[in-house]
């Protein structure tokens, strides 16, 4: 079973890259044009020099500061004008026929985004958004997939009751170790209580001597680094919910409380309640539309989702339900970055 799962993964990564250098050439000849609409809204998550690992489940989840310069290049060298999230709306709605505009968000608040993604961003002059769960910046939650990894890297086997008894998973190799880490995430987004499920984990991974909020606290920026980015002038801060669950899993009171709140400490960190929100997770599994009337409700006037897509003239008919183009760490390549802001691979993906 590990083995044709990883066969799996090479084939799908060879299929993306395929597409990739395939959209590359298309618009550069001009193909599919409307396709690019009018800009495009990038998300990251970490951003730090690399330290190569043979098990990196989360690798397409980091990519290196000088990436981030590149894509920036590359993005200035195609037209591209840089404006912050909150912005977006109003400079869309005043923009010129050919003008394209480009937003930077980054999620979960990790520190790397201010030691290492601050710097491009600022000698750039480029703004981003820093999507913060202030769970995680107050070090009340951990980071169910960061303690995943750790403890699937600590250990040579993990007995671990997945709800049907006890059982035993072999991590011998990196393939046993990504065969372990795919059934843990079928498991935390399961029909189970996600905060119930990520607790087993934590038990787990404290039995081998991993604390989740101690990987909390060495990875994400306290409410002090906080407050210190936000002096930045390209620098904004948004919600991203108190505990990082998908939102469709929760009750209707639940999901508004998590929104709210996390807007509410949000505010009490920087001074001013975000404009901005970003849904955890933010597929179709973990965001429905009532997130989406949540998010208007509660003063919001831009929410993201991680459904792929570039921003059409009638994008902000649903400013709370955006799509974000990830910059994916498997794909470091400037001409992705350019292949991807072309809409062209969203576009063969819904024929």
Do not use: C
């Not at 809204?41 to 020099?49: A, C, G, M, N």
């Not at 190799?173 to 209580?193: C, E, G, L, W």
């Not at 350019?338 to 063969?348: C, D, E, M, T, V």
Request: charged share 25%; hydrophobic share 45%; proline share 7%.
């Amino acid at each position: 079973m590990p083995i044709r799962s990883v066969m799996r993964q090479g084939l799908k990564r060879a299929v993306i890259t395929g597409g990739l250098e395939f959209a590359h050439l298309a618009g550069r000849a001009g193909l599919m044009a409307s396709a690019r609409g009018m800009g495009a809204i990038f998300t990251l998550h970490h951003v730090r020099p690399r330290t190569p690992q043979a098990f990196d489940p989360n690798a397409h989840l980091e990519i290196t500061p000088d990436f981030l310069d590149a894509a920036i290049e590359h993005l200035k060298d195609e037209g591209y004008q840089f404006v912050a999230l909150a912005d977006m709306p109003a400079r869309l709605a005043i923009a010129r026929a050919g003008e394209r505009f480009a937003a930077f968000t980054l999620d979960d608040g990790y520190r790397n985004n201010a030691v290492h993604a601050q710097p491009v961003f600022t000698r750039h002059k480029v703004p981003f958004t820093v999507f913060v769960a202030p769970g995680l910046a107050g070090k009340t939650h951990g980071i169910w997939w960061e303690t995943l990894t750790d403890l699937l890297r600590a250990v040579p086997h993990l007995e671990f009751d997945f709800g049907s008894g006890p059982v035993i998973l072999p991590l011998a190799t990196p393939f046993q170790k990504q065969a372990a880490y795919n059934r843990f995430v079928r498991f935390i987004q399961s029909d189970m209580d996600e905060a119930a499920a990520i607790a087993r984990l934590d038990t787990a991974a404290k039995a081998h001597g991993i604390d989740p909020l101690t990987i909390t606290e060495r990875l994400v920026m306290r409410e002090p680094e906080l407050k210190s980015l936000v002096l930045n002038p390209l620098a904004s801060i948004g919600g991203h919910t108190v505990s990082h669950r998908a939102l469709a899993r929760l009750s209707d009171e639940e999901a508004r409380r998590e929104m709210d709140q996390s807007a509410e400490r949000i505010a009490a960190i920087t001074g001013q309640r975000p404009e901005t929100f970003a849904y955890p997770y933010g597929d179709r599994a973990a965001v429905s539309p009532r997130e989406h009337r949540l998010a208007r409700e509660l003063g919001f006037r831009v929410a993201v989702t991680t459904e792929p897509g570039t921003i059409l003239p009638r994008s902000f008919d649903a400013p709370t339900a955006l799509p974000r183009i990830s910059l994916n760490g498997l794909y470091q390549k400037p001409k992705y970055v350019g292949a991807l802001a072309s809409g062209i691979p969203f576009r063969l993906m819904r024929r």
